[in-house]
């Protein structure tokens, strides 16, 4: 039985580390005095701190979910880092990214029924 709280927390860990992703993006677009500091500075600690945050939390989700879930479900991402871009980091969405997100969409949507 699939449990749709353990779906939720799939899917927040997938959001979660979208933001992670963003946080990584953030952080190579300053300029750094040297490799060492472009490696280790507090953003990139961070979104790395929560990409090993996130692995957790997916880890714990399947308890609830089957294994041939979590792929469908990790598809999400897509969605996530591109309403993320669009609204932080300011990115054009364009037409045929929007057919690809609703492409996704689909996908998931009839994967899980």
């Given at each position: ?16 580390s979208s933001v992670s992703q ?48 979590g792929p469908i479900l990790e ?39």
């Amino acid at each position: 039985m699939i449990s749709p709280l353990h779906v939720f927390i799939y899917v927040f860990s997938v959001f979660i580390s979208s933001v992670s992703q963003i946080i990584l993006k953030k952080s190579a677009d300053r300029k750094y005095d040297s490799k060492l500091k472009e490696y280790l500075n507090p953003l990139v600690i961070i979104a790395y701190g929560i990409f090993f945050l996130a692995t957790l939390v997916t880890i714990y989700a399947y308890k609830g979910i089957p294994l041939s879930l979590g792929p469908i479900l990790e598809t999400t991402g897509y969605l996530w880092v591109s309403l993320l871009g669009y609204f932080i980091l300011k990115e054009k969405i364009s037409r045929r990214k929007i057919l690809g997100l609703a492409v996704v969409i689909i996908g998931i949507v009839i994967s899980c029924v």
